[in-house]
């Protein structure tokens, strides 16, 4: 009964407005009362984190906690990918006839994904993706997973499915329905890179370094253009952050990119953990 109920639910559920109060709640000072149940329930390893617990004066605060400097390096070379989160490969491969895998048997269009003009979406079209599921448990700062210009975004409003496994099995084409923020960046070694932030039921928001933009906000618009000045970033930097768990998808111009052997889905991920190589960069 419970398998039968559950998909049908979360079509019916009011998501962006559910996951707006819970932005409001964790952002309350009364959260902080929660915050080492959460440590304690999700095993979170407080010795890496930036401050002590007890500076943290919300809960949101806490999901969104930097790291003590050197608990995550970043793989050398400019050659190599790294990941831009900690979580886990939900899909990765090729990038055929213009769609992307969700799940087995389920795919989505990256034009619809991308919400953009269809030339930013031809650029990727034979290259890469993959796709990276951020648990509550899970470091919530998205960093650049490898150094280039930021050149242009797109914040695409939508839905906030649940990004888990029962979202991934019940809702088609679910990363092209919820809402997103995409930023490419242009690289030398690989041509043009897409981070793709995907909001989630209960993520209060997206955040970038680059521009005010956010998500789920009243009323959102589509909105698109240049990234002012065009800020080259170094691999590892900060690039944003998600105000609870969800989703990222990295997609790679490049045809010749080739992955990890420990990377395949199922795999966990740390931060700056290598993720693929060119093998044509010398």
């Not at 080492?36 to 984190?49: C, G, T």
Request: net charge positive; with cysteine; charged share 25%.
């Amino acid at each position: 009964m419970r398998k039968k109920l559950l998909p049908g639910l979360i079509h019916r559920l009011p998501q962006n407005a559910m996951s707006r109060t819970m932005g409001k709640i964790t952002a309350s000072r009364f959260s902080r009362l929660a915050i080492r149940h959460y440590i304690r329930h999700y095993k979170i390893d407080p010795s890496i984190v930036e401050k002590p617990v007890n500076e943290y004066r919300t809960l949101k605060e806490f999901f969104t906690r930097r790291l003590k400097p050197g608990a995550r390096p970043i793989a050398p070379g400019a050659d190599v990918v790294v990941s831009p989160v900690d979580g886990t490969v939900s899909q990765m491969g090729d990038i055929r006839e213009g769609t992307l895998i969700q799940a087995k048997g389920k795919l989505y269009g990256l034009a619809e994904l991308l919400g953009d003009a269809p030339e930013m979406a031809e650029r990727f079209y034979g290259g890469k993706f993959i796709t990276i599921y951020l648990s509550p448990r899970d470091y919530h700062r998205i960093h650049m997973p490898v150094e280039g210009r930021l050149v242009r975004y797109t914040y695409v409003p939508g839905r906030l499915y649940p990004v888990n496994q029962l979202g991934i099995e019940h809702v088609d084409r679910l990363f092209a329905r919820n809402e997103r923020l995409v930023t490419y960046m242009e690289t030398e070694q690989m041509g043009c890179v897409a981070l793709v932030k995907v909001g989630a039921l209960f993520v209060g928001s997206v955040k970038v370094v680059y521009n005010t933009a956010t998500t789920n906000v009243k009323h959102g618009r589509q909105t698109s253009g240049p990234i002012l000045g065009e800020p080259c970033l170094a691999k590892g930097d900060e690039l944003g952050w998600f105000e609870f768990g969800s989703t990222v998808i990295l997609l790679f111009e490049s045809k010749e990119l080739q992955w990890a052997p420990e990377v395949r889905p199922g795999a966990s991920l740390l931060m700056g953990q290598r993720l693929a190589t060119n093998p044509h960069e010398e």
